[in-house]
């Protein structure tokens, strides 16, 4: 079966710009979650969606933001971009939510701020 | 407080010997679920293994154990026969509140663990 597919794999975005991450869960999949992965901070927990609900939510600002789609898609989004929000963004799904058992994680997107 | 805590950034390995990682993790809540993950270069988080709070039994998966002490709050991963490819960053996570609807992975900083031939 196919992985979890996470688009676009690079991405350099200047200071002030807004970026949008996709990630296409494995098909049947329908709890989607985001984490973000720097080097100070290790892997941080954003969000977690399940039947384009938002479930459970980190602490990170009101410019860091998502959504799903009715086929269980899921964007973040990150507005007004910073020098730290430089990270790989982690995407993994799951069948149910909040069952770590059963995520399977995408190979990421790796964000570059300028 | 940290609720994960690895305390190996590093570690080397000879091909073929077994390895310890070291997991410490700090909870109230009495049910939880332990996990390790592999991170190899190309960014891919793999699931590894996992103990919940109340399994009676250490886990296991192929060349991978957990060595779950609940009183000291330990969850140690012992990877045996290691193999080249096990050359990665492996991270310790823990999911309170386990088996609710809710509930992230909280990560520890990881350890990069290098097999030498």
């Known amino acids: 079966k196919a992985g979890v597919t996470q688009t676009p794999r690079y991405l350099i975005k200047t200071r002030g710009q807004q970026v949008t991450l996709s990630c296409s869960p494995i098909s049947g999949h329908r709890s989607v979650s985001w984490y973000q992965q720097t080097p100070g901070q290790g892997l941080q927990f954003l969000f977690e969606?399940?039947?384009?609900?938002?479930?459970n939510k980190g602490n990170f600002p009101g410019r860091f933001s998502g959504r799903q789609f009715s086929n269980s898609r899921s964007e973040m989004n990150v507005s007004t971009l910073e020098l730290g929000d430089s990270a790989l963004y982690l995407c993994?799904?799951?069948?149910?939510?909040?069952?770590?058992?059963?995520?399977?994680f995408g190979s990421g997107t790796r964000l570059t701020v300028v | 407080a940290q609720k994960i805590t690895q305390t190996q950034p590093g570690m080397f390995v000879q091909e073929k010997e077994a390895v310890t990682l070291d997991c410490t993790y700090d909870t109230s809540d009495p049910s939880y679920g332990l996990f390790w993950y592999k991170q190899p270069s190309s960014g891919e988080m793999i699931f590894l293994i996992y103990?919940?709070?109340?399994?009676?039994q250490n886990a296991t998966e192929g060349r991978y154990s957990l060595n779950f002490q609940k009183a000291r709050k330990s969850a140690n991963l012992v990877i045996s026969a290691s193999q080249l490819g096990d050359s990665a960053m492996y991270f310790c996570?823990?999911?309170?509140?386990?088996?609710?609807?809710?509930?992230?992975?909280?990560f520890g900083k990881g350890t990069k663990l290098s097999v030498k031939p």
């Open positions: 993994a799904s799951s069948l149910s939510p909040g069952d770590p058992r059963g995520y399977t």
């Open positions: 996570a823990m999911r309170e509140n386990y088996g609710g609807s809710q509930g992230n992975l909280i």
């Open positions: 103990q919940g709070s109340y399994d009676q």
């Open positions: 969606y399940f039947s384009e609900t938002q479930r």
